[in-house]
C-alpha cells in the first residue's frame, strides 16, 4: 500500500507544526481538520504548543482508522467539545459508526472526552496503567482543562475507559488485523501504541516524539523509555509513524528525536556527575543541537534536571 501525496510534506520539515502559528482550521473545534495519512487511517494533527484557549486543548493527535465494518478512534479528545468536533468529521468520510476509542494514555487530552463517547454507545480501551492514572489524580486534570478551556469546557466530566489490557489488545475489524501494544514504560504511565503490521504504519503515542522536544516528568525513567525502544519498538520499525504529537513521518525521524535525545541527554548528564557537577549546574548542560524543536525553552533545563535526579541514584 502506497501513501498519499501528502505524507513526503509530512517529512519535510517541522516549520509547518510550530507553536507560532495560529489555529489551522477556525471553524472547527479541531485546530487542523484530519488527513489521510495512508488510505484508511487519518489524523487531525494537534498544535505542538502547550494546551491553551486558542487551541482549544487539541495539542496532540486524534487519529482513526476507516474499516468496511466500522472505525477505530485513537485519542478522545480533551473536551466534549472537542471529541464530537472529530466525531463530525468522521461522519463526512463514512457513515459506518465508531465502534472503539482508544486512550493513548492517562492524560486529559487523551481521555477527556471519553463521556462524549461513551454518551454514543462506544466502549473506550485504555491500559490499566492509564486508568489507574485518571483514577488517582483525574479531579487535577480535569480541573487543568477547565482552567485553559472555559467555556468550551462545557459538558465535559471525568470518564473513565470501561476496557482495559495490560500487555496487547487485538482487534479484528472489517479484514484489518489492528494490535493495541503497551511496548513498555517510556513517556507516562499506560503508553499504548497501534500497530497495523499489514499498512505498515503505527499509531506510536507518546513513545515517539520529533518536531516538539519531548517532556520528561518526574514519573518518568528514561533509562526505561530507552530499553523499551530498543528491545520492543526497534523490531517492529514500522514504515509510517503518527506520533503522539506533531506531524507523520517516518520511523527514522522519531528515532532521531527521541532515543538520540534520550541518550544525549544522559550522556551528558552522566559526565556531569562524574565530574562532581550538582543539580543547579545541571540545568544548563548543552542541548544546543536540540534547540530547533518546539517548547525547547520551555522543556530543555526541566529535562536535564529530571534526568540529573535520575541518574544520581543509578
Same mark, same amino acid.
Given at each position: ?11 519535510? #520539515? ?55 465494518? #466500522? ?103 472489517? #479484514? ?139
Amino acid at each position: 500500500m502506497k501513501p498519499l501525496a501528502i505524507l513526503p510534506l509530512f517529512l519535510a #520539515g517541522a516549520v509547518a507544526a510550530s507553536e507560532d502559528i495560529a489555529d489551522q482550521y477556525p471553524q472547527s473545534e479541531l485546530y487542523s481538520k484530519p488527513v489521510e495519512v495512508i488510505p484508511h487511517v487519518f489524523s487531525a494533527i494537534g498544535a505542538t504548543a502547550p494546551p491553551t484557549y486558542e487551541n482549544a486543548g487539541h495539542n496532540n493527535n486524534l487519529s482513526f482508522i476507516l474499516t468496511d465494518e #466500522g472505525v477505530i478512534v485513537v485519542n478522545a479528545g480533551a473536551s466534549d467539545r472537542l471529541a464530537k468536533a472529530l466525531h463530525d468529521e468522521i461522519r463526512q468520510l463514512t457513515d459506518k459508526p465508531v465502534v472503539l476509542v482508544i486512550n493513548e494514555n492517562g492524560q486529559g487530552h487523551a481521555m477527556l472526552g471519553n463521556g462524549y463517547w461513551r454518551d454514543q454507545g462506544v466502549d473506550v480501551l485504555a491500559h490499566a496503567d492509564a486508568i489507574a492514572e485518571t483514577q488517582e489524580n483525574g479531579d487535577a486534570i480535569i480541573n487543568g482543562m477547565r482552567g485553559y478551556n472555559r467555556d468550551r469546557a462545557e459538558g465535559t466530566r471525568l470518564v473513565h475507559a470501561n476496557l482495559s489490557f495490560d500487555d496487547e489488545y487485538e482487534v479484528q475489524l472489517g #479484514g484489518v488485523e489492528i494490535k493495541v501494544l503497551h511496548l513498555g514504560p517510556a513517556h507516562d504511565p499506560g503508553d499504548i501504541q497501534v500497530w497495523i503490521p499489514e499498512w505498515e504504519i503505527m499509531i506510536a503515542g507518546d513513545i515517539a516524539f520529533h518536531e516538539r522536544m519531548l517532556p520528561i516528568f518526574p514519573h518518568t525513567c528514561t533509562s526505561c523509555w530507552i530499553e523499551t525502544w530498543k528491545e520492543e519498538l526497534e523490531p517492529l520499525a514500522p514504515t509510517y509513524v503518527i506520533p503522539g504529537h506533531g506531524h507523520p513521518t517516518n520511523f527514522a525521524q522519531v528515532r532521531r528525536y527521541t532515543l538520540d535525545y534520550l541518550e544525549d541527554l544522559r550522556a551528558k548528564v552522566g559526565a556531569h556527575i562524574d565530574e562532581g557537577g550538582d543539580l543547579a549546574s545541571a540545568y544548563y548542560v548543552d542541548q544546543q543541537q536540540w534547540k530547533t524543536l518546539d517548547t525547547f525553552e520551555e522543556l530543555a533545563t526541566k529535562n536535564a534536571g529530571r534526568v540529573f535526579e535520575e541518574m544520581e541514584w543509578e
